[in-house]
């Protein structure tokens, strides 16, 4: 049965912020979220953050706030100043509900028993920690500045000032390495208690350095046998120890599974803030520039020309409809496809299903539900394709 979270979560009542702080020390070979390591940019660019946070505060119609999201970039290396500037401004702009998400995200080399105290004063009560792998050798291999050490030394410091939820991102499918790393990973987060993983497969993308090294073939990829193989072993190894595979790359144990997100796949309304960040009304989607220097300069002259926007049809409510629920466990509805957008969307989707009827391997239809099983959810950009119009 899907868990009683994600109901809540579809309330039209669900509002978030997301602030992307555009930093970091040093960029890791195989990213590709937009950040700088011009740090000296710091300051400019809080002091347009907190604009843009003037500027949006009635976009939703609601200043309530059920979910704060600080990503990145690195949220963790702004200073205590920084950061509590940023909360007095949200707090003077929105309401953030009593029980509120506030999630932070981390890297490990920042957790310090001073910053963790200091996050949690602010009333950040989910860390989301980067500790990508507990093999020294792996995280080498992905430019990390930390070791395997040092994020068992953070998950313990986090744990002792009192942050009960806590979230791990590991990486897997990596040329090179084998289960038994991921293994190692899996085990440490396992004996830690760590309430929520996520758990990505190592992509490969064209403008990041490895993208750059894969073209010239200097960087192999996994064979795809390979990279199924260790999906599954992801999967069943944290479904076997108690947590709930719930999104194609997030597992949880009851009651862990991340608000902020799931708002993401069931609808939520949210502003986002920061530049490259993306905000949802119901009937529009805003993107913000991927660009620190422009977005300051725009929202500082008043130009405010930072973002771009579009205004949603039903196809595309639908096809983000597709995208959204399919990969999550609660899969998606037949009976509110039809009741929201209607017979055309309903008959291809009824047509589409025929494609799959032999394929029980990658989805199944459970009553009024098309859910994915963990193979389909590997190989489910390809089946949402077929799904969209
Ligand atoms: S992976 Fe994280 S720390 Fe590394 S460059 Fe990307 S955002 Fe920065």
Redesign the pocket.
Known sequence: MPPFFIFMLMTPSATGLYIHVPF?KS??PY?D?Y?TVKLNYTDKFLSALLKEMELKKNLLGTSRLTSVYFG???PSILTGRQLTTIFETINKYFTISADAEITFEV?PENVTKENAKLWKSLGINRISI?TQSFDDYVLKFLGRRHSAAENIEALNLLTEVGFTNISADIIYGIPGFDIKSIEKSLETLINHSIKHISAYHLSIEPNTVFGVLHKKNKLKTLPDDDSLKQYLFVCNTLKTNGYNHYEISNFSLKGFESRHNSGYWFGMKYIGVGPSAHSYTGDKRLWNNANVYKYIKSIETGQNDFFEEETLTTKDKFNDYVITSLRTSEGLSLSRVKNDFGNRYHTHIINTLKKYEDLPELLILDNDKIILTDKGLFVSDGIMADFMI
């Open positions: 970091c960029k890791c990213c979220f950040s990145g970039g690195t890297n980067g």
